[in-house]
T-cell receptor, first 114, second 112 residues
Framework: DTGVSQDPRHKITKRGQNVTFRCDPI?????LYWYRQTLGQGPEFLTY????????KSRLLSDRFSAERPKGSFSTLEIQRTEQGDSAMYLC????????????FGEGSWLTVV | AQSVTQLGSHVSVSEGALVLLRCNYS??????LFWYVQYPNQGLQLLLK??????LVKGINGFEAEFKKSETSFHLTKPSAHMSDAAEYFC??????????FGGGTRLMVKP
């Protein structure tokens, strides 16, 4: 399978703990996106990278959130001092600039903060 | 700024009946439009997309959608619903900032 891969698929953490999610995009895709989806809602944009450069961040991405894509391949999304409101599915997606309007999503990482 | 409105958060049809899921968008530039499907506890799967050219686009699983600029709509249809079509469907517009803006989703239920 050469799709977008996310790890872990499920994470339960206590409030105040830090969590990190990893995303491996489709090979050679130079754009990588993070979205958040809460129950009953559509995905909301968080941030995106073009190669290793983080080009845009949503206002949803508070100071407790940080995303990196150090070598322009995989990416990590870290949430520090988690709050119950952070409980959601975190979706990673990727696209190729040459066909930049088609964005492919991973299976998502579910976060539950207790 | 772009936005997407999906009319009807829940749609119920009988197996074999026509499926119609509505999507209206607003965009200050010619839009690229997408429909994604999401099965329980899974990510989003691309159903179909409109970029340029033919306004009637065909996707996977027998779905199709028609871009109507005058109505700013991109409704999703399927002639005959199957039980396996039960899922959440999202309409999205690709904006100049290189990301997708999604509608709130429509949950499709298929009755036997």
């Amino acid at each position: 399978d050469t799709g977008v891969s996310q790890d872990p698929r499920h994470k339960i953490t206590k409030r105040g703990q830090n969590v990190t999610f990893r995303c491996d995009p489709i090979s050679e895709h130079n754009r990588l996106y993070w979205y958040r989806q809460t129950l009953g809602q559509g995905p909301e944009f968080l941030t995106y990278f073009q190669n290793e450069a983080q080009l845009e961040k949503s206002r949803l991405l508070s100071d407790r959130f940080s995303a990196e894509r150090p070598k322009g391949s995989f990416s990590t999304l870290e949430i520090q001092r988690t709050e119950q409101g952070d409980s959601a599915m975190y979706l990673c997606a990727s696209s190729l600039i040459a066909t930049g309007n088609t964005i492919y999503f991973g299976e998502g990482s579910w976060l539950t903060v207790v | 700024a772009q936005s997407v409105t999906q009319l009807g958060s829940h749609v119920s049809v009988s197996e074999g009946a026509l499926v119609l899921l509505r999507c209206n968008y607003s965009s200050s530039v010619p839009p690229y439009l997408f429909w994604y499907v999401q099965y329980p506890n899974q990510g989003l799967q691309l159903l179909l997309k409109y970029t340029t050219g033919a306004t009637l686009v065909k996707g996977i699983n027998g779905f199709e959608a028609e871009f109507k600029k005058s109505e700013t709509s991109f409704h999703l249809t399927k002639p005959s619903a199957h039980m396996s079509d039960a899922a959440e469907y999202f309409c999205a517009v690709h904006n100049a900032g290189n990301m997708l803006t999604f509608g709130g989703g429509t949950r499709l239920m298929v009755k036997p």
